[in-house]
């Protein structure tokens, strides 16, 4: 039989260890992967998706891909709380806004690979549709000339393009499965009509001067053709090439007068392959919706650690 003292001291030794592993249990992060989660997780081709997950442990490294035709294309690595992470100030968990490819409609596995636990998969819905095109002509103050136009000046006709994001959008972090945008592709997708305004029957098909984010411009178009008091307009035309839909959308302006004329659209057939559908939500949604589904990414593990 052990002395007293030795009893005490081998209980206190005991009592030691044991708050140790519950500290130890209440520091260190979730043990595997359990989340991943797309905003939105129903999409048109070429939009972009954020990624979320949490890591297994803070400050990993994890794999990004999705599976076509059977196999799996990297994404992008993304480190938690590195410089590509949308969550880099929570440690724990990692965001990726993914521009994703002009990608067939369909559904898609797109999967995070953690080196310090399980892999986890969730599905990605594609579908093809029209891209919306919102121009407007400005006059040579720009925003403060909207839909004015005078003799002998020059204006911009810029039309805002959403529906494909892939189109005006450069990727932050371009690879050789997610590399950047080909401008002069782009450019290739658009034409405006002009010439209701400059009055030559060859500016039917004009290709655009600049391509920015999310808007394409003909700039420092001019017209010695103009009355007074006219309305004039300028047609875009632009063709997704995810799908080929083509959509046609017109602009108004008054030439020394001001309208203010809505645009109108129209949407070409396309072939019977091409389903059009409404865009889920957003193509790039605000940083509102970055923290709320952070937040409920987090309120899941704290749960996950309580059990």
Known sequence: MMPRSANSITLLLLSIIAALLMLSAALMPASATTQLQLQPSSILSGDAVQVFANVARNGSTVTLSYNAGGSWITITNVTDMGANDLLNKTPGFIGYLWMTPQLPPGQYLVKVEDPYGPNRNTTLTVNYGQLKL???????????????????????????????????????????????????????????????????????????????????????????????????????????????????STAFAGVNKAVDIPPTTTYGQASASVKATASAGNPLPGFEAVFAVAGLTLVAYLMTRKR
Not at 136 to 162: H, R
């Open 134 to 248: 919102v121009p407007a002509i400005y006059g040579p103050k720009g925003v403060p000339d909207k839909g004015l136009v005078s003799q002998g000046n020059s204006f911009s006709l810029i039309a805002t393009v959403t529906g494909n994001c892939r189109l005006c959008h450069q990727t932050d972090n371009p690879t050789t499965q997610n590399p950047g945008v080909d401008d002069q592709k782009v450019m290739n997708q658009f034409s405006a009509d002009l010439s209701h305004i400059t009055g030559s029957s060859t500016d039917t098909a004009v290709p655009p001067d600049y391509i920015h984010h999310e808007q394409v411009q003909w700039a420092n178009v001019a017209s010695k053709l103009l009355a007074d008091n006219q309305t004039i307009n300028g047609t875009v035309t632009g063709k997704n090439p995810a799908g080929g839909a083509v959509t046609q």
